[in-house]
């Protein structure tokens, strides 16, 4: 059968197949050859079709032009050159004439053609050109006589109007100068008085009156007493300055004995702040010694340096602190962890019983009545109705599937029934012609086809060849009988197996889902079936054992906490008690070094504290016997003063009403003067304006009569210039279309469009007869190729048999050797022990089953995670979480930078913290100092020694961000609170003196002060003092550039004070004047503050 194989194949199929090849190859080129004619005709036949179009368009064109001459004709009335003088053109011979409408055309069958030579498009064009130069040449002789006469009328106009203009400005000039006068001679009767007019008698009265004022003045100006006053006003200042320069001495060994009075008050007052601080300390040792002795700690204090053992005590409670910290923090960090166990085991419970009920549901949901797995297991069980019916497991042996076989067990056994029901499918055709082929092979060989045997002689031959006859013939064979009776039953047995394996497919993932769900249920039971509340009791227990250590801890430490506290607060005091030593021990050397070198108090004078405050008290008295004095002087040369100042005005006065009165009588006489001139020149203007009105009407006239001819003129003449551009455009117009068609024809006449029409028409006849050729050709390939192809077919299917046949008797050899191997294997199962087999069997198919559950399991889990990771991904990729890692990047860096910028601001905030407290404290101590000095200076009372500002600054060891100022006085060792304790003049020199200090301390730049009314209810002796101090202050600071002192005061005693402290310092120049403020009535009966600046001598 292969040799008849390869005959066929090589002999018949080959040359066939290559001779239709060749058939269809022709046939092909013939098939493209005509395509392209076909191509080419349809390119033909377009050129051809635009060429006629192009031609139909080129006889429109010229009958076109042939109108449009005509039109010109016409309408612009051309003269055209006659070779004749009857106005025709001639046509043909000599003796024939025609109109312009027949001249270019001829009759030919009927139709009329257009026919227009050179000469006559020639003789046109000169028409067309001539008629064209008579259009423009009247076109520019119209405009240029319009542009004539307008110029005449604009020139006629413009005379009128300049006139007319000319009477115009002289007529407003007039009106201008007629309402300045009228402005200005109501102006005049605007500013008259209403009341009577003032007479030359008044002024002369005023005269008199200015004049007596006057010498009344002057003879207050010689009074003699005037020189007198300041005379004996000088002698008193000398002897102020005197009694000022003892006082000052006196003072000064006032001071010094009253800072040894300070010093000793102050050394006592530490002393019993010592013994006070010390008793305080072993109190608070004595009460908490228990405490200390319960950690093994004790505490004595010496003398030598009582902080020193305190130190050492809260150096040993940190260390013990430290150290319980540490203990709590360890505790902490158990209870935390067992507080996490706890809560992560309670949190897998949950979490599993969540799962369980969840798989429970979905798996209640895939076990519905008419889900897949029903349906699936319908299919099963009609499976092993199937194989019982065949007659497997009638024996007692196993069937193939049960109910209980894994899915893919069932599949296959599916596809195996399927692939054999297949195979049993033979065509009984192809049967027989195996076996003619069979017999004709075992003609031609020497052995048997089918065995490969060699015959034994001809005998067998010949019944070999009677057994294929047998065999190939249907009617007898029963090769034939047995296909015919098992076709049905193969076909029916296909469809159930194809329809169950449909079914099983299309439910396969909801029993793949069914049977993961069955592993997880079980693996997630077994783990719930554990004693899981024992394993949460253990963890709960443990998280309570750590608790209740922690808290126990927490409360040691927290005892802790208050001993540290306490030992810190006996530190602190026993801190004080050593820095009050040590201030005892500085003041006592301090006293020592400053009272060994005071050199002030003389060595003969032997005067306590009350004999220098009684011969200072002695010196102020007949210091203010001076002041007094001069006050009185003072007051008498004011009095003189008021008196000249009074004359002094009264004299101005009456001067100024003089000539103002004299001033308004001038007036008066020039305003009449006036008022005659201007009504004079207003009458003149008046008949000036009636002559120009009058001369203005004809003008008017005139230059509307010239507007209205020029509007006239300039209509008519644009009406004609319209009409003739009108007809310009127009000739023009149809002269351009005329060349447009003019050149169109050109354009296809030098083209040469007719003879490639001829050309065109010429190829698509051409190109027909040779379609026509290659379609006949076309029409007799065709029987030929369909012979080819008949002869090709027939040769594959006959090779396609020997091919089947082939494979039939090769699976049939196969299933020959299969069957011998099967006996073979079937003798050597007989041989081996059956049971150990079978154990080996079932144990190999459940270990195949778990590791089908866990791939299941796992499965499910990936696709859980992988589930998971999806909806991870797409959370990161929103904008929530875009970019997150560079986020937290820059986060961290400016959490680090803060961090690192808050330790540097704490230090910055520190460091400023202590310069503020001890800048504050350098002030404070600052401006008391002179207060101090300011307070012996101006308070001349007893019982106020001295006064100071306290702030509470000196219990804190921080700066504060408010300070409860308060003012204290001392008298000796005591101080109390001057709030509610002093009089009201007390209160206002107090004032004034911290006011003083603190300009003196703080605006040393911006040395600008005012005092107003300083001596409210101040008493004389105060009062003394003040001005004294206020002096001193000038005094220093008149070197100063940017001093200045403002003082507001009724209290002119005050100020005469003022001035003899300062005549009586030197090192400064006395102010040059001082001013005072003063109410007066006027002349119009009211009353006005004036200021008048008072020489400093005068006062």
């Not at 066929?8 to 098939?31: F, I, P, V, W, Y």
């Not at 307008?150 to 005379?159: A, C, P, T």
């Not at 207060?931 to 009372?941: D, H, M, Q, V």
Request: charged fraction near 35%; aromatic fraction near 4%; proline fraction near 1%.
């Amino acid at each position: 059968m292969k040799e008849m194989l390869s005959n066929l194949r090589a002999e018949g199929s080959n040359e066939a197949k290559q001779k239709l090849q060749d058939k269809l190859d022709e046939m092909r080129s013939t098939e493209e050859s005509l395509a392209k004619l076909r191509r080419k005709t349809n390119e033909i036949t377009g050129r051809k079709g635009k060429l006629e179009a192009e031609k139909e368009a080129q006889e429109k064109l010229a009958k076109s032009r042939f109108d449009t001459m005509q039109s010109i004709h016409e309408h612009h009335k051309l003269e055209l050159e006659m070779p004749t003088q009857d106005d025709t053109f001639t046509q043909g011979t000599q003796g024939t004439t025609s109109t312009f409408s027949t001249m270019f055309t001829s009759q030919t069958g009927g139709n009329s053609t257009v026919h227009l030579t050179d000469e006559d498009l020639t003789s046109f064009q000169r028409a067309v050109d001539t008629r064209a130069g008579q259009i423009k040449s009247a076109y520019n002789e119209a405009k240029m006589r319009h542009r004539e006469v307008e110029e005449q009328l604009q020139k006629e106009l413009l005379e009128a109007k300049s006139k007319q203009a000319a009477l115009t400005n002289d007529l407003k000039r007039v009106d201008d100068e007629q309402q300045k006068d009228m402005r200005e001679l109501n102006e005049i009767a605007s500013q008259q008085p209403s009341s009577s007019r003032i007479r030359q008698s008044d002024v002369e009265d005023a005269e008199k009156e200015a004049k007596k004022q006057a010498r009344e003045r002057d003879e207050e100006n010689r009074n003699s007493r005037r020189g007198e006053i300041v005379n004996e006003i000088r002698a008193h200042e000398e002897k102020l300055k005197s009694i000022s320069q003892t006082i000052e001495e006196d003072s000064k060994v006032r001071d010094q004995l009253r800072l040894m009075a300070n010093d000793q008050s102050e050394v006592d007052m530490i002393k019993k702040q010592i013994r006070q601080e010390r008793d305080i300390l072993k109190e608070k040792i004595e009460n908490n010694k228990f405490q200390f002795t319960e950690y093994g700690e004790s505490l004595e204090i010496t003398d030598d340096n009582p902080s020193a053992p305190c130190e050492v005590l809260v150096n040993n409670m940190r260390t013990r602190l430290k150290e319980q910290e540490a203990e709590v923090k360890h505790a902490s960090k158990s209870a935390n962890e067992a507080q996490g166990k706890l809560q992560e085991k309670k949190a897998i419970m949950n979490s599993n019983h969540s799962r369980l009920v969840a798989l429970q549901g979905k798996r209640s949901s895939l076990l519905r009545d008419e889900g897949g797995i029903q349906k699936i297991k319908q299919c099963v069980r009609a499976l092993i109705r199937n194989e019982k019916q065949e007659g497997y497991g009638d024996d007692g042996g196993e069937l193939t599937i049960n109910e209980d076989s894994p899915i893919h067990e069932v599949l296959s056994y599916l596809d195996e029934g399927i692939s054999e029901c297949t195979r049993h499918e033979i065509n009984p055709a192809h049967l027989a012609k195996m076996l003619k082929r069979l017999k004709r092979m075992a003609k031609d060989s020497v052995r048997c086809p089918c065995c490969t045997r060699d015959w034994d002689d001809a005998k067998e031959l010949e019944v070999f060849n009677v057994r294929m006859s047998e065999l190939a013939n249907p009617d007898v064979s029963e090769l034939f009988e047995a296909m015919a009776a098992n076709s049905n039953d193969v076909k029916v047995q296909l469809e159930k197996m194809t329809a169950w394996r449909k079914t099983i497919n299309e439910h396969l993932a909801d029993q793949l889902e069914y049977d993961r769900l069955v592993v997880e249920l079980s693996d997630l039971e077994d783990l719930l079936g554990r004693d899981e509340q024992a394993e949460l009791k253990k963890f709960q227990d443990e998280c309570d054992k750590a608790e209740k250590d922690l808290a126990e801890k927490e409360d040691q430490l927290k005892k802790l906490h208050n001993v540290a506290a306490i030992s810190n607060t006996i530190l602190e005091s026993a801190k004080r008690l050593w820095e009050k030593m040590g201030q005892l021990k500085t003041k006592k050397d301090q006293m020592e070094f400053t009272y060994s070198g005071m050199g002030h108090i003389s060595q003969g004078d032997q005067r306590n504290l009350a004999r220098v405050e009684s011969d200072l008290a002695d010196l102020g008295l007949r210091k203010e016997q001076c002041y007094t004095s001069i006050n009185q002087l003072n007051n008498e040369q004011k009095t003189i003063n008021e008196r000249i100042s009074t004359k002094t005005n009264q004299a101005a006065t009456a001067d100024h009403r003089f000539r103002e009165m004299q001033a308004r009588f001038r007036k008066e006489q020039d305003d009449t003067k006036r008022q005659e001139v201007l009504k004079a020149n207003m009458a003149g203007r008046q008949v000036e304006s009636k002559r120009l009105r009058d001369l203005m009407d004809p003008v008017k006239t005139r230059v509307l009569q010239k507007e209205s001819d020029s509007k006239r003129v300039r209509k008519e003449n644009l009406k004609e210039d319209t009409k003739l551009s009108d007809v310009l455009k127009t000739f023009d117009r149809d002269i351009d279309r005329l060349n447009d068609i003019n050149n169109k024809i050109e354009l296809y006449e030098k083209a040469n469009k007719g003879s490639e029409l001829r050309r065109a028409e010429e190829q698509l006849v051409q190109n027909h007869q040779m379609i026509a050729e290659k379609q006949r050709e076309l029409t007799d390939m065709q029987p030929q190729i369909d012979d080819l192809k008949k002869t090709v077919d027939d040769g594959e299917r006959q090779i396609k048999r020997l091919v089947d046949n082939i494979a039939l008797v090769k699976k049939q050899m196969e299933a020959d050797k299969e069957e011998k191997r099967a006996e073979e294997m079937q003798k050597r199962l007989d041989k081996m022990p059956l049971e150990d087999l079978n154990t080996q069997k079932n144990s190999a198919i459940n270990r195949c089953r778990e590791l089908d559950r866990k791939v299941q399991r796992y499965d499910g889990k990936l696709s859980g995670l992988i589930d998971q990771k999806k909806a991870l991904k797409s959370k990161l990729s929103e904008k929530e979480y875009k970019n997150v890692d560079e986020e937290h990047r820059i986060k961290m860096i400016e959490h680090y930078t803060t961090a690192t910028v808050c330790d540097d601001l704490d230090r910055y905030y520190e460091a400023l913290d202590k310069a503020l407290l001890r800048y504050h404290g350098i002030k404070i101590a600052d401006i008391n100092k002179i207060i101090r000095e300011l307070w012996a200076l101006t308070y001349k009372g007893e019982d106020i020694t001295n006064i100071e500002i306290q702030s509470g600054q000196d219990s804190s060891s921080r700066a504060n961000r408010s300070y409860n100022y308060r003012i204290v006085m001392s008298k000796g060792n005591s101080q109390m609170d001057m709030r509610g304790r002093c009089s009201a003049g007390q209160r206002v020199l107090a004032s004034i003196v911290i006011r003083l200090a603190l300009a003196e301390t703080f605006c040393l730049n911006c040395g600008v002060m005012a005092l107003d009314e300083p001596t409210t209810n101040l008493d004389f002796e105060n009062k003394r003092g003040l001005a004294i101090a206020l002096a001193q202050i000038i005094a220093s600071r008149a070197s100063q550039s940017n001093f200045q002192l403002v003082v507001i005061t009724h209290d002119e005693d005050f100020v005469s004070m003022m001035k003899q402290e300062l005549s009586s310092l030197t090192g400064f120049s006395m102010p040059e004047r001082y001013f005072q403020v003063s109410r007066e009535e006027s002349t119009d009966g009211r009353y006005y503050s004036k200021i008048h600046s008072i020489d400093w001598d005068e006062l």
